[in-house]
């Protein structure tokens, strides 16, 4: 599977992004998909994961601010990201694992793309 990410950028603090993922060599159909952002200075983090069922889960930091979703039509993941704070700024990175029903911790996704950087800054 590849994974290509796009609609990184700047916005000031309590601004909106729109992620997405293009899914490649395959359908989303067959995958846990989700982001994982690396914020200078700390560690990985997993923020959000949806599984073959529609299911969505979300680290704490974003719970309630970013919203992940999916069309299988275009095999496209996005992740709708709102209420930006400097603390997001960092590079995204779309993950997939081919795993039915529950995903495990999105960290552990074995596939990854490159990245898109979001920056958050006034």
């Known amino acids: 599977v590849q994974l290509v990410e796009s609609g990184g950028g700047s916005v000031q603090p309590g601004g909106s992004l729109k992620l997405s993922c293009k899914v490649s060599?395959?359908?989303?159909?067959?995958?846990?998909l989700g982001w994982v952002r690396q914020v200078p200075g700390k560690e990985r983090e997993g923020v959000a994961a949806?599984?073959?069922?529609?299911?969505?889960t979300y680290s704490d930091s974003v719970q309630g601010r970013f919203t992940i979703t999916r069309d299988k039509a275009k095999d496209l993941v996005y992740l709708q990201m709102n209420g930006l704070q400097p603390e997001d700024t960092g590079m995204y990175y779309c993950?997939?694992?081919?795993?039915?029903?529950?995903?495990?911790?999105?960290?552990?996704?074995?596939?990854r793309g490159q990245g898109t950087q979001v920056t958050v800054s006034s």
């Open positions: 993950a997939a694992d081919q795993l039915y029903g529950t995903c495990r911790d999105v960290l552990d996704f074995p596939a």
């Open positions: 060599n395959d359908t989303i159909e067959n995958f846990c």
């Open positions: 949806i599984d073959t069922d529609g299911g969505t």
